[in-house]
């Protein structure tokens, strides 16, 4: 069964910087659209970034020049490169990729990741 996991979460104070990872365990063959969302609290979730397989990229007006996400096609993995971090950009982050596994094409979830920025 494939599974995201996350990785490197934390606290950090403003303007520093921040990689989170998410990669595929378990049997998984391709990849095809990734993205990183975002969820503070009592607000909705929404989009940072999208990655299609072919390398084009989208941000939120929010992080655009700040954040780059980029990909590690031999691990099926997807990394979100977070710099001058701000208060606001707080949340906790859940990557997202579409797989192809032994089950066809499906959506995949990560558990999400807290990111604390200080002031």
């Known amino acids: 069964q494939v599974q995201l996991v996350e990785s490197g979460g934390g606290l950090v104070q403003a303007g520093g910087s921040m990689k989170l990872s998410c990669a595929a365990s378990?049997?998984?063959?391709?990849?095809?659209?990734m993205a990183w969302y975002r969820q503070a609290p009592g607000k909705q979730r929404e989009l940072v970034a999208t990655?299609?397989?072919?390398?084009?990229?989208n941000y939120a007006d929010t992080v655009k020049g700040r954040f780059t996400v980029s990909t590690d096609n031999a691990k099926n993995a997807v990394h979100l490169q977070m710099s001058s971090l701000r208060p606001e950009d707080t949340a906790v982050y859940y990557c997202?990729?579409?797989?192809?596994?032994?089950?066809?094409?499906?959506?995949?979830w990560g558990q999400g990741t807290q990111v604390t920025v200080s002031s």
């Open positions: 997202y990729q579409y797989l192809l596994s032994r089950s066809g094409w499906l959506n995949y």
């Open positions: 378990g049997s998984s063959y391709s990849i095809g659209d």
């Open positions: 990655r299609t397989p072919g390398g084009n990229t």
